[in-house]
């Protein structure tokens, strides 16, 4: 009986899966489908794509999984769409697309659909790295370099995002910090050098010192990620946090001036500061 019933359930999956690709379909008509869809490529669909993303982590955040139903299904939809521009094009299709992450996901779990074991997750995480790196196509450059550790890290990913795979990418051969703790001098000496580029660009006694001072910002932000990503934190999640944190108590602060912004603008940022600590504790 529990067969049938889990049967009936997968065909019932299927059914909604297929609808969904039936009202893409529908939606890409040449003749009766809908204007805006028809107007849409692989590359105007992008910054959507993200947005569908990130509105699924913001969901998750706020622990609304009604909402996180529904933004995984605006991301779903993103996956249909690119499917069916690439079977218009005769490239692939969404069974294609779901059958080779299958593929890879099994390819990359030898110790749940196979007989091998890991020694423990450090050994397992430096197999999954290995399987990834087969997975790459050999893509030499036309000076034929070498391929380094850095290929395949997306350019279009956040910055903060892709800082962590770039210095996750660089344990591989060692190169990295034995602690959390080793890191703060490092933040130190960036911020040593930021300074005089700071002084030097409101002085203006250096031409282009403003490229400097973002060079240096960066390298900055770069050892904070550092800093991040060896207390297991994510850099991102934790700055959305403090995001959402400053805009709040920032209503509170204009909810303590009832929303007057002739008042605030008049009031001293001793005063200001005054009240956000009130608002802080």
Known sequence: MLFYLHLLSNLQSMK???RLLDIMSSLRDPEKGCPWDLQ?????????????????AEAI?????????KELGDLL???????????????????????????KMVARHPHVFSDHQYENEAVFLKAWEQQKETEKPVQLSAKSDPLSLMD???????????????????????????????????IQEELDELLPEIKSYEAKTIEHSKQKIEDELGDVLFSCVNLAR?????????????????????????QHYQYDRNEMENTSLDQLEHIWQKIKQ
């Open 40 to 56: 849409q490529n692989y590359q105007s669909l992008v910054s959507y794509t993200l947005e569908e993303a990130y509105e699924v």
């Open 77 to 103: 939809f993103q996956v249909v769409f690119y499917a069916q521009l690439a079977k218009e094009e005769g490239l692939f299709e969404f069974d294609d697309i779901a059958s080779a992450i299958a593929d």
């Open 16 to 18: 909604n899966l297929q």
């Open 61 to 69: 955040e706020l622990g609304d999984m009604d909402e996180v139903k």
């Open 230 to 254: 060896k207390l297991k934190i994510d850099p991102e999640k934790a700055l959305r946090r403090s995001n959402h944190k400053f805009i709040q108590r920032f209503k509170k602060l204009e």
């Open 152 to 186: 395949g890290i997306s350019q279009a990913l956040p910055a903060m995002t892709r800082a962590v795979k770039i210095q996750k990418k660089a344990t591989h051969i060692g190169f990295d910090w034995d602690s959390a703790e080793a890191v703060l001098p490092k």
